[in-house]
């Protein structure tokens, strides 16, 4: 595709204009970024025969899900591409991750393919034993012969490690909701705890504490947490426990970062109203739904797509991040 500077002038247009329409087109899916200072492709969309337009389900994790930015795209890029998207009756955690009521939902829906979204690991392994072509976004999926993909939690989380330990953490701790645990850490936790052992930090239980999926569960890790020997840094999960974990705490006058530092793995527009600034996880969401795309393509032409997929992930270091309070004269 020709750069800003040349279609403006070919079609008298204000560059700021151009620059604005390519932009759309590439969220859109129809162009494709190739770095600063090369031109984007154009993605042509598939013209093959034997391309069918598929019936996908998409099993989401929770209702709150539904509107994420990501899944809106989701959707509508699958629609465009000629498919029809069924929203699954109940989601995964209306489900509570059990398996023989996943089983019965599924058989009860007529689709071609299924997108299953945050799973446990044992809703991915019988996910993975099915005829059905499944695509994991998010989840336990690393060690099952099905297509994924993900943010890259384990290098950018490596990296938060360092980090901390350069300003004195010694006592860090992972809060990740039932489903993100079970069956003992994911790769993305056990990158945090090898990388900590790699410093000397000791690891157990006490990094990866069990709770209750619920408000009040988080209510009493937390102040279980903080009885004795409190964590100097907290690396939460999901934007929402995050919020519902720095509001208890401040009621419990514990203040963010001078007596513990919070990080979000999880990016999420809330956090540019807050101060101070949140430390977070942040990862693009068009390279994770072009995948899903061209994997339902495939999947439409006949073609077997197993391919699992990590996107880049940024630390960005905010405000809510700082000294270990024993550094802090």
Request: charged fraction near 25%.
């Amino acid at each position: 595709m020709p750069g800003s500077p040349s279609l403006a002038a070919e079609l008298g247009v204000d560059s700021k204009t151009i620059w604005a329409a390519l932009t759309i087109l590439e969220q859109e899916g129809i162009l494709f970024g190739q770095g600063p200072g090369r031109p984007r492709k154009i993605v042509m969309p598939s013209t093959s025969k034997n391309a069918a337009s598929l019936r996908i389900a998409i099993l989401e994790y929770e209702v709150a899900s539904l509107n994420d930015d990501y899944m809106v795209d989701l959707r509508h890029k699958l629609t465009r591409s000629g498919h029809r998207v069924i929203q699954s009756a109940k989601t995964l955690t209306e489900l509570q991750m059990k398996v023989p009521r996943i089983q019965s939902m599924v058989k009860e829906t007529d689709a071609d393919a299924w997108i299953v979204c945050a799973a446990a690991r044992n809703v991915l392994q019988w996910f993975s034993n099915q005829e059905t072509p499944v695509f994991a976004l998010f989840g336990r999926r690393r060690k099952f012969a099905i297509a994924g993909v993900g943010p890259d939690h384990e290098a950018v989380g490596r990296l938060i490690v360092q980090r901390l330990v350069e300003l004195g953490h010694q006592r860090i701790v992972i809060l990740a909701r039932e489903s993100q645990r079970a069956g003992g850490p994911g790769r993305s936790d056990q990158a945090v705890f090898d990388e900590m052992a790699n410093h000397g930090l000791s690891i157990g239980s006490y990094n990866l504490p069990e709770w209750e999926n619920s408000a009040d569960g988080l209510q009493r890790v937390l102040d279980g947490l903080f009885k004795v020997t409190p964590p100097t840094a907290l690396i939460v999960d999901e934007p929402f426990v995050f919020h519902a974990v720095k509001d208890h705490l401040a009621r419990r006058g514990i203040i963010t970062p001078e007596d513990v530092s919070l990080i979000c793995r999880d990016p999420d527009q809330t956090f540019d109203w807050l101060r101070p600034s949140v430390a977070h996880v942040r990862w693009d969401h068009r390279p994770i739904v072009r995948r899903i795309v061209n994997w339902a393509a495939n999947i439409s032409q006949g073609k077997v797509d197993r391919r699992q997929t990590l996107t880049k992930a940024e630390f960005i270091e905010g405000g809510t991040v700082g000294l270990a309070p024993s550094q802090r004269q």
